[in-house]
């Protein structure tokens, strides 16, 4: 009876739920097992066509890529809502010939009952930037000091007028829901150069969660061991990291190796239980982020100097500016891919749009730039990947013709932009074109499926030979889709 009392697993269950929304709920997204990282690296990588002599095993150690990679880490900065591209980085002469006249042509709207045929030509002026001479918007004039560093592609297209189904298609590579997303999918091939930290970072904005909330950052089918480990927008970012007074030290140290022992003797009657073991090996990643997270999410020790190139120094863009520098300390310390969020339609300017962009514009721009010019300046930039962009841009004609300070643009998943930065790709040049409204693209069109392509090319990665199989079926991030690589904009 005495040792029914103290049975291992209600002293498991009693210890993971008091813990639950602390350090060791994140470490539990990350599950890295030890004894599995010192093992072969190329064992668990099917699909590059070695014999299956014993079971699957699924972990963070290195794997070997397909071919050399340029990349070994990624930020990605997702302005969710649609930034709109004919504002900031695609100028159109044709919308100020035709601004206040109808549209000539046809137009797909989303909301028809605000629509207007009206054309919108922008507000605000574009100019020649850097050596190369791209034109951008004065909304953006942090980026223009870093344009000889980035690829500005003006041809993206989903070519799905929806908010959800289009950042499905931007994340996961289809427009339907419980599919790994990216950085699920670079974990899940490239494993982690951090035992320490989690691989997969995604840090979300104090203005709410994004549409679609975690399937953001979602492991879909994957193991659940690549999902994205969420990070608090505010202090402190991780609840319950250090633990309290009476728990610290030796009393910690005691509780653990008690639960240690208690899981150490349920595994052993259970030999060969994967998740078992994988949970053990957990709490010993969660006593490690004590110190290493702490470390990298604390800013105290940056320059003022540095602190400034990100913003840090204005209000308006220092909660950014602080997400933005905090994701260079983490691929710094060997964190393979890191994902910034705004809040939940933060670029989804349907009206008010003369006020609503340029604020969205003044929190984000100063930062992201900053984040490149850090990046280089400590030589990281060659191998890190810089993302900025959202899952649609704008149409060419007034929505909610109301009045001048009422007027926005509605969605248009048809041509937008986005731009790039590091590793690999060839710095101060644009790519593809969109027709003279902006509305479509027609030159060098750049789906989803080709931007994952050659995302995962530049990581050494094939994506249609990085597989997962279910249900009996390989499964990928490009799933059939007509594909390519980008090779002109890899230097």
Known sequence: MKQQSISAPHSRRHFLASGSMGIGSLALSWLLNQEQALANPAANRPDLNQPALEKQQFDLTVKPTHHP??????????????????????????????????????????????????????????????????????????????????????????????????????????????????????????????????????????????????????????????????IRPKEPRILNLNAPPHLSGKAQEKYL?????????????????????????????????????????????ETKATQAMYGIDDPTSAEFGKRCLISRRLIERGVRFVQIMTGNQTWDHHTNMRTSLPLACKRVDVPAAGLVKDLKQRGLLDETLVHWGGEMGRLPVIQNDAGMAKQGRDHNTYGFSMWLAGGGLKGGMTYGETDDFGHHAIKDKVSHSDYHATLMHLFGLDAERLTFTRNGAPQTLIDGQENRVVKEIIA
């Open 257 to 301: 190796d008690f639960l240690g022992n208690l899981n150490q003797r349920h595994l052993n009657q259970h030999p060969g239980e994967d998740d078992l073991s994988a949970r053990i090996a957990s709490y010993e990643l969660a006593a490690k982020m004590q110190t290493a997270a702490g470390e990298a999410l604390d800013l105290s020790k």
């Open 69 to 230: 990679p340029r990349a070994k880490a990624m930020i990605s900065m997702f302005m969710q809502g649609g930034p709109s591209h004919l504002d900031m980085f695609d100028p159109k002469p044709m919308l100020q010939k035709y601004d206040g006249k109808k549209f000539p042509g046809d137009i797909k709207y989303d909301n028809a009952a605000q629509a207007s045929s009206k054309v919108l030509g922008s507000p605000w002026k574009f100019s020649k930037h850097g050596e190369c001479g791209t034109e951008l918007s004065e909304l953006v004039p942090g980026l223009s000091e870093v344009v000889d560093d980035i690829v500005l592609m003006r041809s993206m297209h989903t070519s799905v007028n929806n908010h959800g189904q289009s950042i499905y298609a931007m994340h996961s590579g289809r427009i339907l829901p419980g599919r790994p997303t990216l950085g699920s999918w670079l974990t899940y091939g490239l494993g982690a150069e951090s035992e320490n930290l989690p691989a997969y970072i995604a840090m979300v904005d104090p203005g709410g969660a994004p549409v679609l909330g975690v399937d953001n950052w979602t492991n879909g089918w994957l193991p659940s061991l690549y999902q994205g480990t969420v």
